[in-house]
């Protein structure tokens, strides 16, 4: 076995009793919290630069406080982590995923539509950005689905 390969396990096994023990319910509700503010950020300014044109465009920034509070809760109390976390993640996953219609019929309406789909895919709504959105709100689920630190086994 490579020193490479070594490094890898003992990574992997570090990562997995940090699970096991609980301490990434903490750090992912954290992460999920700091991330909501850098992707509400970016969508932000790219919504803006739209002129916020169509009122849905308002829709990621509206639903990014509960995230980020209920994140920083998730951090400091576990009933937070395990009621109010999944529920503003659920939230944001579904803002996602329908940013993702709403950016392929973006695309589609377009002069030309998907039949200039290498034309319109650059110049048109990014399809996959809402992706990211729908990405933190999964982190997000993903902490209040594991055990915290200090629960018995």
């Known amino acids: ?18 699970v096991n023990h609980g301490r990434f319910e903490r750090s992912m509700a954290g992460v999920t919290a700091a991330s909501a503010i850098l992707v509400c950020a970016e969508v ?3 919504h803006y630069k739209g002129s916020f044109g ?3 465009m308002w829709s990621p920034i509206v639903v990014t406080p509960p995230i ?12 937070a982590a395990k009621t ?17 219609i709403l950016h392929a019929r973006g695309v589609a309406r377009k002069p030309g539509g998907w039949d200039y789909a290498r ?3 650059v110049m048109g709504p990014p399809v996959i950005a809402p ?16 055990r915290r630190e200090g629960e018995d086994e």
């Open 68 to 79: 980020v509070i209920a994140g920083i809760a998730g951090i400091f109390s576990k009933k």
């Open 54 to 56: 169509n009122r849905l």
């Open 119 to 121: 034309y319109n895919l």
């Open 44 to 46: 932000y300014y790219e």
């Open 84 to 100: 109010a976390l999944p529920a503003a993640s659920a939230l944001y996953v579904l803002t996602g995923l329908a940013g993702l």
């Open 1 to 18: 076995m490579t020193r490479l390969e070594k490094t890898i396990e003992r990574d992997i096994k570090t990562v997995l009793s940090d």
């Open 131 to 146: 992706g990211l959105f729908a990405m933190v709100g999964g982190m997000g689920l993903l902490a209040a689905l594991v």
